[in-house]
């Protein structure tokens, strides 16, 4: 059993190295579900969105953000929780890729920022997972028009690329095996969350 688990986005979407210093997630127990913890580079571009830090913001992707997913892969069920450095957050629950069936769920999220960095930790509730996670992937985005970066943790293999193909975080086969029990250890079992039990779209 490990105490956390690190993880570095040190690609772009596409398999290349990233040319700065690559944004770090981290994953560790919390009171009542995962702690999720962001130190990533402050790039400030785009601007910050124009919502209210510590609420949930609609097409925070379009901003910049550090974005974790979990994954259970057989039935494609998977939680996205996007966090802002300005303090901003998305949870989004998705059943079937890029099926979203609900949104701007509420997130315990504290940043703390500098001139050059950033860092965040957020709670994400164990009902807000589907059940049995399998895989994970982690993905940053940073600035504008032709100087958008997309960055991921498993990025689509280079020997997999197609011409003209555009950076696309739903590609479910890309992510990597994963399990909380690394985390928590063999017995723990994952809650059983009534949100997943009574899923139905509220969009």
């Known amino acids: 059993m490990e105490s956390k688990m690190d993880f570095r986005v040190d ?42 830090p510590g609420k949930p913001f609609r097409r925070l992707w379009d901003y910049e953000v550090v ?24 949870v989004l629950l998705l059943s079937g890729r890029r099926n979203v069936w609900k949104q701007e769920l509420a997130l315990s999220f504290k940043v703390s920022r500098g001139e050059t960095r950033w860092e965040g930790r957020a709670c994400v509730p164990w009902s807000y997972f589907p059940p049995n996670v399998t895989k994970f992937n982690s993905f940053a985005i940073h600035g504008s028009k032709d100087k958008r970066s997309y960055e991921a943790l498993y990025p689509v293999p280079r020997c ?19 399990s909380f029990n690394t985390l928590l250890g063999e017995e723990w079992k994952q809650p059983e969350s009534d949100l997943w039990l009574t899923e139905k779209p509220d969009l």
């Open 11 to 52: 690609h772009t979407w596409d398999g290349f190295p990233v040319e700065h210093e690559p944004v770090s997630v981290g994953l560790e127990p919390g009171h009542g579900g995962l702690l999720l913890k962001v130190s990533a580079p402050l790039f400030n571009d785009p601007p910050a969105p124009l919502g209210e």
């Open 67 to 90: 974005e974790a997913f979990f994954l259970n892969d057989l039935t494609e069920q998977y939680l996205e929780v996007e966090l802002c450095p300005h303090g901003q957050h998305l």
């Open 160 to 178: 997999e690329l197609q011409p003209g193909q555009k950076p696309d975080f739903h590609r479910l086969e890309y992510f990597k095996p994963f």
